[in-house]
């Protein structure tokens, strides 16, 4: 017999440190080392576009890499300087911070060996809307749709609209859902009951 136990993210640790903050509607972010394969570029691309239908739209990007002065020569030649924030390095404390303040959380790397991220976990815990390309089994964490978005590389065009259909009540839905996906199948601490 086999069973699956996922690998899980610290649960009883980080919920405090995100409990009483609060969302700011306008606000993406995407977290992780700066490199090429990593999809930035992916991500500041849609942003934007996203930036001329919400002109009070905000990106947060966070860490650091090879990739960084790339990214940082893009987001001048679009002219999103006053929109982009690069913050660098912080700690991890301050990434779930940053994580319970934002809308929609991007990972839309195609880096091989990306598999089911912890960060993609810790977004859905802070209830972002995470929006992850198509990686080898996401759909064990993310269920399209139900608690999150998945998109092949060919079809990240889509995203923006996906995103802009959705009301308050289906945001608050799949927002829902991906902390209880969380809470339920990738907590450490109930992964560590099932070892035992």
């Known amino acids: 017999n086999v ?3 996922h690998r899980g993210t610290t649960v009883s640790k980080f919920l405090p440190l995100i409990e009483n903050i609060t969302k700011d509607k306008d606000t993406w972010l995407t977290v992780g080392r700066l490199l090429p394969s990593k999809g930035f570029d992916k991500v ?11 002109p009070n739209a905000k990106l947060n990007i966070v860490g650091e890499g ?8 893009m987001v001048r030649k679009l002219d999103l300087e006053d929109s982009v924030n690069f913050l660098g390095y912080i700690e991890h404390k301050d990434v779930l911070k940053q994580m319970a303040k934002a809308n929609i ?3 839309l790397s195609s880096k ?3 598999r089911l991220p912890n960060v993609l976990k810790e977004a859905m815990l802070a209830k972002c809307i995470c929006v992850s390309s198509k990686t080898p089994g996401i759909d064990e964490l993310i269920e399209d749709g139900n608690d999150g978005f998945v998109f092949q590389e060919n079809d990240y065009e889509n995203i923006l609209n996906i995103l802009n259909s959705l009301n308050y009540d289906e945001q608050e839905i799949i927002r829902d859902n991906a902390r209880k996906k969380i809470l339920v199948n990738f907590n450490v601490e109930v992964s560590m009951k099932k070892y035992l």
């Open 66 to 73: 090879i990739f960084k002065s790339d990214l940082e020569k």
């Open 44 to 54: 500041v691309d849609l942003f934007s576009k996203y930036k001329k239908i919400n």
């Open 112 to 114: 091989m060996g990306e």
């Open 105 to 107: 959380f991007f990972l």
């Open 3 to 5: 069973t699956v136990i």
